[in-house]
C-alpha cells in the first residue's frame, strides 16, 4: 500500500513540473503576433497569427488575425498566399466593415505578382509578357470602386486601373509591331484597331492609328488608310507620327523588301 501511494506521488509530482510555461492566452498570443508586426519580424508573426488561428478559430481575434496575416504575407511578398489570405477572409466575413481592405490589399498582391526581383532594380518593360494576374488586379480594383466607392482605399485603386489600362494597350501595340515587322499586316491592323477600340484614353491611341494607316497602305486599302490618316490628324494635330504633310511616319516600320525578308527567314536577318 505504501508503494502504490509513493509512485502515485512520484507520477503527479513530474506530471506538474514548476518550470513548465503556462499555456499563452488569445489576447497573449496577438499580442505578440503585433509586436512581432511592430518590429518588422514579419516571418514570425506569419507564424504567430497561423498559430493563432489554430488555437482559437471562433475566439475575438480571428477576424483581426486574418486581416493581419493578410498585410504580414504582403510585406514578405509572399503575393500568392497575400491573394489566397484575401480570398479566405472575404469568404469569412462577406459583410465584414473591412472588406474593402481585404480586396484591395488582393488587388494590390496580383498587382504586384508579375514583378521580379530585376523589375525593383530597373524599368523593364512588362508589355510583352502574360498580363492574367494583372487582369485579376483590375477586377479586383474595379470591384472596389463600384461597391466602395468612397473608401479610402479607391482612389489609389482608380490610379492603378490607369496604369493596368496603359498596360494592356501597350501589350497589344507590342503584338502590333511584331506582326507588322514580319509582314503580317492583317494581324497588326486588328491588334491596332483593339487598342483605338478598348483603350480610347490611353496615349497608345496614336500609334495605334499610325499602324492602321501604315497596314492599310500596305494592304492597298487607301480609303481605310485616309480615315485612319484623318481620324490621327483631327484628333492629334501635334502627333510624333505626323508629318508635316500630314503623312505617317514609324520610325520602326519596316519596308517593304525588309518585311518580306523578317517573314522568310523568321526575323532572323
Known amino acids: 500500500m505504501l508503494s502504490t501511494l509513493l509512485i502515485a506521488a512520484l507520477l503527479s509530482a513530474c506530471a506538474s513540473k514548476p518550470d513548465e510555461a503556462p499555456e499563452r492566452t488569445e489576447a497573449e498570443q496577438y499580442r505578440e503576433a503585433r509586436e512581432s508586426m511592430e518590429s518588422n519580424n514579419y516571418v514570425t508573426a506569419v507564424d504567430r497569427l497561423k498559430e493563432l488561428e489554430a488555437r482559437f478559430p471562433y475566439g475575438r ?73 494583372a487582369r485579376d488586379a483590375f477586377e479586383d480594383f474595379e470591384r472596389l470602386v463600384t461597391r466602395f466607392p468612397d473608401s479610402e482605399y479607391s482612389e489609389d485603386a482608380r490610379a492603378r486601373m490607369v496604369f493596368i489600362r496603359n498596360e494592356f494597350a501597350r501589350h497589344e501595340l507590342h503584338a502590333a509591331r511584331y506582326y507588322a515587322r514580319r509582314g503580317a499586316y492583317i494581324a497588326a491592323i486588328g491588334r491596332a484597331q483593339y487598342v483605338v477600340q478598348h483603350y480610347q484614353q490611353t496615349p497608345l491611341v496614336p500609334e495605334a492609328l499610325a499602324i492602321m494607316v501604315k497596314g492599310y497602305e500596305r494592304l492597298d486599302r487607301p480609303a481605310l488608310a485616309d480615315k485612319s490618316r484623318r481620324i490621327l490628324a483631327t484628333n492629334w494635330p501635334d502627333s510624333e507620327f505626323l508629318e508635316d504633310d500630314d503623312q505617317v511616319d514609324l520610325a520602326w516600320w519596316p519596308n517593304e523588301n525588309k518585311g518580306l525578308l523578317s517573314l522568310l527567314t523568321f526575323d532572323l536577318l
Request: charge should be neutral.
Open 61 to 133: 481575434y480571428a477576424e483581426q488575425a486574418q486581416l493581419e496575416l493578410i498585410y504580414s504575407q504582403f510585406r514578405l511578398q509572399d503575393y500568392p498566399q497575400t491573394v489566397v489570405a484575401a480570398q479566405r477572409f472575404m469568404r469569412s466575413y462577406p459583410a465584414h466593415p473591412r472588406l474593402d481592405y481585404a480586396l484591395y490589399m488582393r488587388g494590390l498582391a496580383n498587382f504586384y505578382m508579375e514583378r521580379g526581383f530585376f523589375d525593383s532594380m530597373m524599368n523593364t518593360d512588362k508589355s510583352a509578357r502574360d498580363l492574367s494576374s
